[in-house]
């Protein structure tokens, strides 16, 4: 369809297919959901349009015979009826909250005339956090923002738009926050690594040189995966609700607090893998092989060497953390031993937004991975007898 | 004789002191008879959640009401036919039947009961010259008909009681030439009357003693500065119950208005003042 | 299987003996007692079973669409009551004002309007709201009480 857009650039096409798209169209001519990028009204973004526009045409106008073109099999969707006078609820429905939403565009107008005045500083911060709020009200009882945000892959949203990014923490809050948290507190992560984390952005890990599908998909939080699996550093994406105006810097860290201490009978931090100054924004926020390939060396300050568990030693955890940056930092040479995360955290002033976990222990793709990355043959623990007796 | 406000009105003016006069205002109310009148939206989301509702109902257990092989039961049967079967050599394009009890389950359940009264559309054969002998009021078998929501002092009868039941009327008056609310001054300075007691004397004494009302409080809900009238008007609220407001003076003109109408009658100053104590149901 | 209704078989015969089917003429009866079907009956009418319609499994569009009607019902109910919730604060502050100001113009009056208000009882006369008009809408014939003294 059949935005007013099309009708009105395409009027002249003839008054056939006008009359065609009439019917459509019970939408009032003072609509703001159905204009997109207009000079004569707020500019709304192409992305908040349902992206089929066969689904959108069933949304908007009445359900016809032929059913919702959601459902693709035909006799389903011949088969399906839909409940009595919702149509006509829907019409009214509709019609309250555009209007309501218009209300709220025009406020945002008024806003945004104040920003372009404003001086100080505190008031521009205001007034733009005030212009994300109400766009979010604006469109978030859009159908067609709802369908995009419920029906579609989370990857196919426009991260620009404050209401999608609105609808995707609450999706995220529901559940894969939960389960992360779950993770990192049950495996102890949270606090042998770090004390505690509050956590802000999405972090979502995947290992893409694997070609089977179990090992190239995201990865849940406190899996277990084996070496070859992990052999590659991992695409990492960082997915931020606030709006994110110019570039945010982020370090990452993945750090493996169970690498056996065998002189003090304990266990002692390693540093498997160091980003800093990565510029990330709410769009483009994966940290992925291309962009490692193109400016690798600006970002790294600690090469990724997996971890590679010996036999016998218990499971190991890859506890990945994300932090935010107040500025860009420039990191000397750090050891990859015995390393210290809480005095590099503190010195460097990061803030910690987000956090992942993996688990590996020892299994046969073990040595390949340590000879790939020349660490030698790996050790073999036993168990020794102790000096003490059990019974005295 | 000179109405009680002609006097108050009067009194208000030969007053020598140089502050304002305290007076008694009576807001009085009719509270609606029958429920508010939906909004449409309102109106068509009920229908909406009753289409829902129906849809997930059980199947009416007919056996359990009307038992097989009585007279009642035949009835049932010729007001409901059963649905199109799931016959496995058709061919449904808007899919098959579900048939469960004789309901099919994908959609709510048509019913239709034998009524005690006769009804044309029930069985649609010559029932003319029965249908045309009206029930006797006293028929307990008779239709049940609401009365209609409005009534014929709706028409233009803007003194009735009996007008636009399903609003919240108040009362008003004439008094020089401008229609106020009732306001009422303290006629003799010996006794200091309370505001109530002044308000209720005063609407006793202009519009009869057959009023039955209750005084919300003792209270004033409001004070309106007349400064035209270098007047302090106090306004009791109270409502009535029943009765009816008899102007002693026949030269008294009276309305029983909704909020809307007032805002036409009275002064815009006047009401933007006191608009919200007034009901807008 | 045990079935209840089942009448019992003479005990006694050994098992696997053969059991005579008697022919019964005409409409076969059936073997419950009239409380028995009673009881049946009255259960069926409360069970779920075969009465149940088919679960609502809405498409994507019509779930987006009803999604839509309540968020407009619940912005409408919002208003509604903020509508009320202002107006009963404008109605409070009004009441606060006008006894400031009668303690202001006259503190007897004022004490007369904060008084006690002792046996005051709410009208049983008063009507709740009904969806259709009586059949005499208002009661006229109202005189006041006489007082006895």
Redo the contacts between chains.
């Keep these: 369809m059949l935005s007013r857009i099309s009708l009105r650039r395409f009027s002249v096409l003839g008054a056939a297919k006008a009359a065609q798209k009439a019917e459509v169209d019970w939408i009032a001519s003072k609509n703001q959901w159905s204009y997109f990028n207009d000079e004569s009204y707020v500019k709304r973004s192409e992305s908040l349009k349902l992206n089929k526009p066969e689904i959108r045409e069933s949304l908007l106008s009445n359900s016809s015979e032929s059913g919702p073109a959601s459902i693709e099999n035909y006799s389903q969707r011949l088969a399906y009826h839909s409940p009595v006078a919702i149509d006509e609820t829907f019409k009214m429905a509709y019609e309250m909250l555009e209007t309501d939403a218009g209300l709220i565009y025009k406020n945002i107008d008024r806003f945004r005339a104040k920003l372009k005045t404003a001086t100080d500083e505190k008031e521009i911060e205001f007034l733009k956090k005030t212009i994300d709020k109400l766009l979010v009200s604006a469109e978030i009882s859009n159908p067609e923002v709802l369908y995009n945000a419920t029906f579609n892959p989370a990857s196919t949203l426009d991260m620009s738009q404050p209401v999608y990014r609105q609808l995707a923490k609450e999706k995220w809050e529901s559940y894969d926050l939960m389960i992360t948290m779950q993770r990192l507190e049950q495996l102890h992560v949270i606090p042998d690594t770090l004390p505690t984390l509050e956590p802000k952005v999405d972090v979502k890990v995947k290992f893409p040189h694997n070609l089977e599908e179990e090992f190239s998909s995201w990865v849940t939080p406190g899996e277990i995966l084996p070496a070859y699996a992990v052999a590659q550093p991992p695409t990492i994406q960082i997915q931020e609700f606030d709006t994110v105006e110019s570039k945010q810097l982020y370090s990452v860290l993945i750090v493996n607090p169970d690498t056996p201490d065998l002189a003090t009978n304990s266990f002692s931090t390693t540093l498997q893998y160091g980003l800093a100054n990565v510029p990330l924004d709410n769009v483009d926020n994966v940290i992925d092989t291309k962009k490692l390939l193109e400016n690798g060396d600006k970002f790294t300050f600690k090469d990724y060497v997996p971890l590679v568990p010996e036999k016998n030693a218990q499971n190991q955890r890859a506890c990945l953390w994300v932090f935010k940056q107040n500025g860009e930092l420039s990191i000397g040479d750090v050891a990859r031993e015995n390393f210290d995360i809480r005095a590099f955290v503190e010195t460097h002033g990061l803030n910690a937004v987000g956090a992942h976990v993996w688990r590996q222990h020892f299994d046969r793709s073990v040595e390949t991975v340590r000879e790939q990355y020349g660490l030698g043959k790996g050790r073999v623990f036993r168990r020794v007898r102790g000096t003490k007796p059990i019974i005295e | 004789m000179r109405s009680a406000v002609g006097r108050a009105v009067v009194r208000a003016y030969s007053t020598q002191s140089s502050g304002p006069i305290v007076s008694s205002t009576l807001l009085l109310s009719r509270n609606p008879v029958i429920t508010a009148e939906l909004q449409p939206f309102e109106n068509q989301y009920y229908k909406y959640q009753n289409e829902l509702w129906r849809r997930l109902m059980w199947t009416f257990p007919k056996w359990f009401y009307f038992r097989e092989g009585t007279a009642s039961e035949q009835r049932f049967r010729q007001l409901n036919k059963n649905p199109v079967a799931n016959n496995p050599d058709i061919e449904f394009p808007r899919g098959r039947p579900e048939l469960r009890h004789s309901r099919d389950r994908r959609f709510k359940q048509e019913l239709r009961l034998p009524k005690t009264y006769k009804e044309e559309v029930e069985t649609g054969e010559g029932l003319e010259s029965e249908a045309s002998a009206a029930p006797a009021q006293d028929d307990l078998a008779r239709k049940i008909v609401p009365n209609s929501r409005t009534t014929k002092a709706d028409e233009n009868d803007q003194t009735s009681l009996e007008r636009r039941l399903a609003r919240t009327l108040y009362l008003v008056i004439k008094s020089n030439d401008k229609w106020t609310l009732p306001n009422f001054v303290e006629e003799s300075a010996e006794e200091l009357k309370a505001l109530h007691v002044l308000a209720e004397e005063g609407l006793y004494k202009i519009g009869g003693e057959q009023i039955n009302y209750f005084n919300v409080s003792n209270t004033p809900c409001h004070v309106y500065n007349n400064s035209n009238e270098n007047k302090k008007e106090y306004i009791i609220k109270s409502h009535i119950l029943s009765g009816e407001f008899k102007p002693q003076d026949e030269s008294l003109q009276f309305l029983w208005l909704t909020k809307e109408e007032l805002e036409k009658h009275l002064d815009r100053a006047y009401y933007t003042d006191i608009a919200h104590l007034l009901s807008s149901v | 299987m045990f079935n209840p209704f089942r009448p019992s078989t003479i005990s006694g015969f050994p098992s696997g003996s053969v059991v005579l089917k008697t022919f019964v003429r005409g409409k076969r009866q059936s073997t419950q007692s009239a409380s028995t079907k009673k009881v049946v ?2 259960l ?2 409360l069970s ?1 079973s ?5 679960l ?1 499994n ?12 309540v ?3 619940k ?2 109910k919002r208003r509604e009551e903020q509508r009320r919730h202002n ?1 009963l604060k ?2 409070y502050k ?2 606060y ?3 400031e ?2 303690k202001q ?2 503190p ?2 004022f004490e ?4 006690k ?1 002792e046996g005051k009882r ?2 049983l ?3 709740v ?7 005499q ?4 014939n ?3 009480k006489k007082e006895t003294k």
């Design positions: 009956n009255q069926s009418a779920a075969r009465k149940q319609p088919k609502l809405l498409c994507n569009e019509d779930l987006i669409k009803h999604r839509t009607i968020n407009a019902w912005m409408f107006q404008k109605q009004s009441i004002n006008a006894m100001d009668l113009t006259s007897k009056l007369l309007a904060n008084a208000e709410f009208p006369e008063m009507r709201p009904t969806d259709f008009p009586p059949t809408p208002w009661v006229y109202y005189s006041p």
